[in-house]
């Protein structure tokens, strides 16, 4: 098990940009594929984009591509996520979810079966 606490949601105008962190502790953290899911208000939980465990390798919902970058540093236990270009329907709880030895194309599709997550922190993007 690895213990995830993401920061620095906040509140940002239509094209603005944002970036979120995720510290992990606990387990071996380079072992850990790790995604980032959101979800606004009345809507289910969706992918928004994942980085395999040495961040070789990335992947992205369709939604955000081109906009959105995750990144990783192993030696700090930390995922980001740089987010530009912000939407007002970005505007959603973002949590970082983390599984062992899955790739990123994997993490899209197993929402239900992560078994690492963190709080969440919310990000509001008004236009």
């Known amino acids: 098990q690895v213990q995830l606490v993401e920061s620095g949601g906040g509140l940002v105008q239509a094209g603005g940009s944002l970036s979120v962190s995720c510290a992990a502790s606990g387990r071996t953290f380079s072992n850990y594929a790790v995604g980032w899911f959101r979800q606004a208000p009345g809507k289910e939980r969706e992918f928004v984009a994942a980085i395999s465990r040495s961040g070789g390798s990335t992947n992205y919902a369709d939604s955000v591509k081109g906009r959105f970058t995750i990144s990783r540093d192993n030696a700090k236990n930390t995922v980001y996520l740089q987010m530009n270009s912000l939407k007002p329907e970005d505007t959603a709880v973002y949590y970082c979810?983390?599984?062992?030895?899955?790739?990123?194309?994997?993490?899209?599709?197993?929402?239900?079966?992560?078994?690492?997550w963190g709080q969440g922190t919310q990000v509001t993007v008004s236009s």
């Open positions: 979810a983390a599984h062992p030895f899955v790739s990123a194309q994997t993490m899209a599709i197993m929402t239900g079966r992560i078994n690492n």
